[in-house]
Structure formats: structure tokens, C-alpha cells
Nanobody, 113 residues
């Protein structure tokens, strides 16, 4: 059974940082592209960042968010710096390759003063 388990969400003030983690099980992690998506209330889910060999970022988070993966521990991270209220959303971990696509349950990030 494939599982992607996110952690690290919470409530922070504008300008603060959070690090999200997503640990995978049931897949050969190193053969999957890993990504983070987010969904704000009333909005569609949007792509945030991807990492295969090299990282890639949505323009809205470029320079503030950093994605990394540790194939030894089957974990992908999202370091989020200088958070603002527009970053408030449920953040989802995604693992995919040409044949398969998996999602985590999501972790809530709330940025509010």
C-alpha cells in the first residue's frame, strides 16, 4: 500500500518559516518525481514545486521556498521562508512517474498575524 505522509504544517505569523516533510512508503522512492501542491480555500489546487534531479518552482514561491529530497529516507522536504497570508493553504505531497500518481492527505499551513 502506497502512503505519502505529510507533516510540519501549522500556524505562523507573516515573515516566519516552516519546513514541511513528506515520507513515502510502498514505492521505490528514487524512481519517482516528487512535488508539492497547495489548495487555498475556494481555489483550485496549484503546483508549488517539483524535484527530480533538479528543483523547479512556481513563480509565486521562487526565492522563498526550497524543495529537497533525501532518497535514503524516502522523504521530500519543503522549506518555506518569508511566509505571507497568501501562502495559507493545505499543502499536498505528490509522487509520480509515467505510470503512477499518488497524493498525500495534506497538511494545513496558516499564515496570520
Amino acid at each position: 500500500q502506497v502512503q505519502l505522509v505529510e507533516s510540519g504544517g501549522g500556524l505562523v505569523q507573516p515573515g516566519e518559516s516552516l519546513r514541511l516533510s513528506c515520507t513515502a512508503s510502498g514505492i521505490a522512492f528514487r524512481f519517482y518525481v516528487m512535488a508539492w501542491y497547495r489548495q487555498a480555500p475556494g481555489r483550485q489546487r496549484e503546483w508549488v514545486a517539483t524535484i527530480d534531479v533538479l528543483p523547479d518552482y512556481a513563480d509565486s514561491v521562487k526565492g522563498r521556498f526550497f524543495i529537497a529530497r533525501d532518497n535514503t529516507y524516502d522523504t521530500v522536504y519543503l522549506q518555506m521562508n518569508n511566509l505571507n497570508p497568501e501562502d495559507t493553504a493545505i499543502y499536498y505531497c505528490n509522487a509520480h512517474n509515467v505510470r503512477e500518481n499518488y497524493w498525500g492527505q495534506g497538511t494545513q499551513v496558516t499564515v496570520s498575524s
